[in-house]
C-alpha cells in the first residue's frame, strides 16, 4: 500500500507540473490590408464646353445691378437689374468626373471664396457655389466606380457692366475625399 501511495504521490506531483506548463497558450493571426483604388476628379471632357461653367448671355440695366444663379442643372435665374437675352448663349454648370473604389461614398468640397472673372480691366465676382450631389450629402460611386458632379454658382453683375466676355484668371477648384 505504501508503494500505492508513492505511486499516486508521484502522478500528483507530475500533474501539478504538467498544469503549470500548459498554463500559457498561444494563438496566431494574419495581418492584412487592401489598397482601394485612388480617389480622382477631373473636368468632364465635352465637346461644346469641355466642362466649364458658362452663365451665357446676361444683359444689365445701366442702373441697377443683379445677379445670375446658374444652377447644377443649367438653369438660370436673374434678379434686380439683370435680364436674360431670348438667346441664351452656351449655358453650362461646371461638370466633374469622380472616379474610384466601386460604391465607395465621398465628400465633396466646394470653394470657399469668390472667383472673380475678367474682359480686360473690367470684373464681376462668382460665388454662392452650389452642387449635384450636394457637398452636404456627398456622392456615392456607382457599381463601376463612377459619378458626375455638377456646379452651379452665382454671377454678381455691376450696374452698367461694360459688355465683354469675361473669364477666370484663375480656375475655382472642387475637392473630393473618400469618407
Request: overall charge negative; hydrophobic content about 40%.
Amino acid at each position: 500500500m505504501k508503494s500505492l501511495m508513492k505511486f499516486f504521490a508521484l502522478a500528483v506531483a507530475i500533474l501539478g507540473f504538467s498544469a503549470n506548463s500548459f498554463g500559457q497558450e498561444s494563438a496566431t493571426a494574419n495581418a492584412t490590408g487592401t489598397i482601394v483604388t485612388p480617389i480622382a476628379i477631373e473636368l468632364t471632357s465635352t465637346a461644346t464646353n469641355g466642362g466649364n461653367m458658362n452663365f451665357g448671355n446676361v444683359a444689365v440695366q445701366s442702373s441697377t445691378a443683379g445677379t445670375v444663379e446658374l444652377t447644377p442643372a443649367g438653369t438660370r435665374n436673374a434678379t434686380d437689374g439683370v435680364t436674360l437675352p431670348a438667346v441664351p448663349g452656351a449655358v453650362s454648370a461646371a461638370s466633374f468626373d469622380v472616379t474610384g473604389a466601386n460604391s465607395y461614398t465621398y465628400s465633396i468640397t466646394l470653394p470657399s471664396s469668390t472667383t472673380t472673372v475678367t474682359s480686360g480691366a473690367n470684373e464681376m465676382t462668382v460665388d454662392t457655389w452650389t452642387s449635384t450631389p450636394t457637398e452636404a450629402d456627398g456622392g456615392t460611386l456607382n457599381a463601376s466606380g463612377a459619378q458626375t458632379i455638377k456646379v452651379g454658382a452665382t454671377l454678381h453683375i455691376a450696374a452698367a457692366q461694360p459688355a465683354g466676355e469675361y473669364v477666370s484668371s484663375t480656375p475655382f477648384t472642387v475637392t473630393v475625399n473618400y469618407n
